[in-house]
């Protein structure tokens, strides 16, 4: 423990005491001294109890001015305090759960299909577990997932436990008219929450100029928009507008050799749209092949949306001087008491 005295000086009075003392020896003699001319009637008295111990009292009353002098100068013990404060990330977390997601891949060694290898992957972002994963400890993540219409699985959150369970509750669609891919109305969706969001804590806490640190939106899909109200583009247009950053997963599909040239096209027509959707917004898209190349680029995102941990150190101090200040009333008290009663004709 450390501790020092608020005000040192205060013990300069301390030298106050020895004089007390001694102006208290010469007084006693003084004042209280044998008046008598009969040197018989001396020897006699000789010396009572009360008279050898009358110096108790002023033990007392030394003992209270030196614990008062104590608690004047207002011991403390000196409390250090580190605070790590993180800045705020809202991220949401879009997942594509149209038909084209139930198509066979082997991921991790196992035969499942596209959505359940995705589903594992967005997981080891949330948490960190997967190779080259940090976790997204204290940020603000949500999820949404989309097929034919897009639906809010999780508002976002900093409880990531509740996070991970939607996760893992994704489902493809089993209506037929709900298997297409609505991109554009899922990030209208993912971008409206992130608005409101930060809205409803700036007036929660009371700043108008509160901002969330960054505000992005992470959407992987398998497809083209075919489904929706809001075409990608009109999605991006806002983003843009509420300096949201659109991060665009798109996974490519095998395409058969009949129709290769035909299917390559098509998928960098679409690569390109996407790409400046997610361009605009100051975002990135990337295309990837391969299932496995998930997590590579889940950990790029990772490292573009990182908070920033600012630590700052303070020092506090507790106050330490009631036990002395009440030691020094007992001492004054038992000094007071002694010198009306047992002791008073000494003093």
Known sequence: MTWHFANSWVFAFAAVLPVVWIVRYYYHRQNHGINTSVPSRVAAAGS??????????????????????????RPQEVIGNIQTTRDAIALELVVDRSGSMDEPVVFENKRTNRLEAVKIVVEEFVTGQGKGLKGREG????LIAFGSYADTLMPLTQSHEALVDAIRRIELPKAEQE????????LMLAIARLKAAEDSMRIEMKEPDFTLKS??????????????TYSPQEAAQ?????????YIIGIRSPTSVGGLILGNARQADNDKR???VAGYTGGIYWGVDQIEDLENVYAQIDELEQSTIRTSESTSHRELY????????IGYSLYSFLGLTFYRSVL
């Open 48 to 73: 009572s109890f009360r008279t050898l111990t009358a110096w108790i009292p002023h033990v007392f009353l030394s003992i209270a001015f030196l614990a008062m002098l104590v608690a004047l100068a």
């Open 238 to 246: 806002l983003a843009k507008e509420w300096g949201i950053k659109v």
């Open 139 to 142: 940020d603000l993540l949500g």
């Open 322 to 329: 009631i036990p002395f200040a009440i030691a020094g009333f």
């Open 179 to 186: 298997r297409s891919t609505a991109i554009g109305d899922a």
């Open 215 to 228: 505000k992005a939106v992470v959407l992987l899909t398998d497809g083209e928009n075919r489904a929706g």
């Open 274 to 276: 996407m790409s400046n």
